[in-house]
């Protein structure tokens, strides 16, 4: 896959795929976050994300940019994982998502994400 955001469906169940994979600027990074962003709104309904950071750098940009944008669309996820997460990456994203919880969040696998977001 290359990066973007895309729709899946696994088993019935529909997933938001926002995929950051190779993205080495914080430009392509606010890009894919941005279009992530207006695939929500436009869907308008309680959704499944699963979130790719591998081979990626989270940089200061992009920080702030989901800060002030991800509210927007806070509404409409039902439940979101991510895989790709080394240590680093989840304590950034700790403090941006709020989530003490995100180490039970984050995935070594695309499969073992997906089982998670699609459990009842």
């Known amino acids: 896959m290359t990066a973007g955001v895309r729709g899946i469906n696994v ?3 529909d997933i938001i795929w926002v995929d950051y994979e190779g993205c080495k600027t914080s430009d392509q990074m606010i890009q ?16 499944l994300v699963l979130t790719n950071f591998k081979d990626t750098f989270i940089t200061s940009p992009f920080l702030r940019h989901v800060e ?9 996820i039902k ?9 680093p990456k989840k ?5 941006i998502y709020q989530s ?8 070594d696998s695309e499969q073992e994400a997906i ?3 699609i459990k009842d």
């Open 11 to 13: 088993y019935g169940k």
């Open 91 to 95: 304590m950034i994203l700790k403090g």
């Open 32 to 47: 894919v976050f941005d279009d992530a962003i207006n695939f929500l709104i436009k869907r308008n309904e309680s959704s």
């Open 79 to 87: 439940r979101r994982v991510f895989v790709g997460m080394n240590m």
């Open 115 to 117: 089982e998670f977001l």
């Open 68 to 76: 002030h944008e991800a509210p927007r669309v806070a509404h409409l």
């Open 100 to 107: 003490p919880n995100l180490d039970h969040l984050a995935f």
